[in-house]
């Protein structure tokens, strides 16, 4: 099962919000109001593929992470769990993408595989 209006809805907003950029900055970068952006958050008005294209280009993701399949539905802690490592992966991806420097890039790569190394790569 695909992912419902508004859940596609919710991941944009935190997407944008992890990304530190306004809804108008995003509805400048794909050509609409704010307003509008307003309700593809919310759920209220249907994504074309073309739009859904344009807002993942705009907050530097693939298109694939808003069409991917539901996961089975979570409760309680579960849940809190899954959504507390979504935004931790959400601003480490965002803050990698501000990183202009190839160099820097590599350099920061390196160093998480070091740290993964040293941690025995232990789940907590």
């Known amino acids: 099962m695909f992912k419902s209006e508004k859940a596609i809805g919710e991941l ?5 919000k992890s990304s530190g950029m306004s809804q108008m ?13 307003q309700k593809y958050e919310k ?5 074309s593929l073309s739009r859904l294209k ?3 280009g705009a907050l530097g993701v693939p298109v694939s ?6 996961e089975p539905v979570r409760t309680g802690e579960a849940r809190a769990v899954h ?16 990183l202009h420097s ?3 890039k590599h350099g920061f790569i390196e160093m998480l595989e070091d740290v993964v190394r040293i941690s025995g790569n232990k789940k907590s």
């Open 12 to 16: 944009i907003r935190h997407m944008r």
């Open 65 to 70: 992470v808003f069409l991917e399949e539901e």
């Open 54 to 56: 344009q807002i993942s």
């Open 83 to 98: 959504a507390a490592l979504l935004n931790d992966e959400a601003k480490l991806l965002m803050l990698f993408r501000r």
């Open 43 to 47: 759920g209220i008005n249907k994504l």
């Open 102 to 104: 190839k160099k820097l």
């Open 25 to 37: 900055g995003l509805a400048d970068k794909i050509g609409v109001s704010y307003q509008q952006v």
